[in-house]
């Protein structure tokens, strides 16, 4: 039974004179998120970093077979580290480790083995609804190809892979109705083929990934030009879907949704979640997938149909990636641990715990939401009922403003009517709340802002449409092997090569 409630802006007049002012304050504030981002400690991540570097390089081709240097002493120090954290919790972390073999531009031409060290705290009651924090455990020398030489990678992604096993440290203390995954990706500088793998099991698993939170260069805070700036994380997400068919594409050029993709009302939320929650730390959205030219292990996520944004650090030193480690003319190369800022790393790891809690917290955003009201003075929107929610809230923006800006709350309908609200004039979205006040992100309507997975390949394994060329296949390559995870199950005492 479709029930509407009726909900009048409190004065047409106070709306219009409010539309200018920023977001409203949220209708509840959690004690926990605060626990957990007090939690994070900078020390854990200088420790975890300090590690990481000691492996001498972590090139996806270096050694597995060896204890102290290359890829595979620092996966299986990964694993030993999620280990350590499980013990903590009462086994409350699954550990698997997916391989695949792949060749390309910057592999052998016959393969080699990638694989991710990846930690699962299953959900409580949406086990299937999955936040997916990234990382990658690989690193590089000036020749993408040396496998041998130093690289230390501290900062790309040393730090990121400190802050994905801080966050799981800090949430393994606490349960949750979705499932938080933690993956530190192999082969990322190779051609995102950690990236790929993750992706490609969580398509497997029928995981329903409601955002990819992916760490890359999230240490440094002082740029190569001088700026410094330590109070500031790029969150970078897609306009437009990856998998738009024209068809979509073409309602969307008309109608609106070119800046409200799932991936870009993640980062929305972060910016909110950073504001409530963070001390002087803020989100600088970048309406991007990646920086220019460049991509991260976020992109094949989104190729595969589900929301993901990027965090990077606010100034980059280009002198410190991807360069073997030396000094000339006075000029320090290479990506060594001075170079990161672990107070700064900190902070974008409570980033990422408060809002993986709350992701994890919240019931997720609406499903099937529509919105209407042409050459009308009222704007409907409806939806489907969101497992776990206890009320809507609609949101509307400015069509020209970044964040939300007006709030109606729905109560426990499945659709509203916002009187004298004209469609016409701005975005809106609906977000699901859960009976103690925990919030999804803002979803907006239609497929443009669904949060729901829009595969690449219909159900015929074809292509469903038409659909504009990828442009971050910046590295040829592909998948030489079976996945290790579709294969029978090896014996118990398997241990990580
Ligand atoms: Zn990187």
Redesign the pocket.
Known sequence: MLRIRVLSAATFGVLMTAAALAAPPPANTHPELHAIAAAVQASNLHASDAALVGFGTRHTLSTTTSKTRGIGAARRWVATQFEGISRGCGGCLEIVKPAQSFTGERMPKAGAEVMDVVAIQRGTSDPERVIVMTA?LDSRRSDVMDATGDAP?AN??AA?VSALLETARVLSRYKFPATLVYSADSG??QGLFGGKIIAQYAVDQGWKVEANLNN??VGNSHGGNGAHDPHTIRVFSEGTKANETLKQAAYRRYHGGGVDSPSRNIARYMAVLAEQYLDDFHVRMVYRTDRWGRS?DQVPFLEQGFPAVRLSESNENYDHQHQNVRVENGVHYGDVISGVDFDYLANVTRLDAVTMASLAMAPPPPSGLSVKGAVAYDTTLAWQPSPGAASYNAWWRETTAPQWQHLQQAGDADSVVLKNIILDDFFFGVSAVSRDGWESPVEFPGFAGSFARSPKLGADGKPTNERYPSASGVFGGGAVGPASWRQPAPPASGKTP
Do not use: L, N
């Open positions: 990658h990678g790309d992604d990121g990322e500088e890359d260069m991260g």
